[in-house]
C-alpha cells in the first residue's frame, strides 16, 4: 500500500509541474489596449513609431504622438490609410538618405 501511495504522489508531482511549466494562451502586455484609430493629419504628427510582433505582444503596434499635444495615439496597423502614411514616411526617409 505504501509503494502505491508513492507511486500515485509521484505521477501527482509532475503532472503539477508539467502543468505550472506550460505556456499559457493569452495576450501579452501590448502597449495599445484595442486596434486604434483608423486615420492622423499627416501634419499634426510630430513621430511615428511601430513595434513589431514580440513575445510580450502578439500584434504590430503603431503609436502616433501628436506635435501640439504631445499625445500618443494607436494606429490601427490594417487601416489601408495608416498603411499609405507609413508608405509615405518611408519614401520621404529613404529620398533624404540617398540626397546625403
Avoid at 18 to 30: D, E, P, S, V, W
Avoid at 67 to 84: A, H, I, W
Wanted: a positive charge; proline letters at 5%; one cysteine or more.
Amino acid at each position: 500500500m505504501n509503494q502505491t501511495f508513492a507511486a500515485l504522489l509521484c505521477a501527482l508531482l509532475l503532472i503539477v509541474t508539467g502543468i505550472q511549466g506550460a505556456l499559457t494562451h493569452r495576450r501579452g502586455r501590448c502597449i495599445c489596449p484595442g486596434q486604434g484609430s483608423d486615420f492622423v493629419q499627416p501634419q499634426s504628427l510630430e513621430k511615428m513609431e511601430v513595434f513589431p510582433k514580440s513575445s510580450s505582444c502578439d500584434r504590430v503596434e503603431i503609436i502616433a504622438t501628436l506635435k501640439s499635444t504631445g499625445e500618443q495615439r494607436c494606429l490601427n496597423p490594417n487601416s489601408p490609410r495608416v498603411k499609405k502614411m507609413l508608405t509615405r514616411i518611408m519614401k520621404k526617409r529613404s529620398a533624404k538618405s540617398t540626397s546625403k
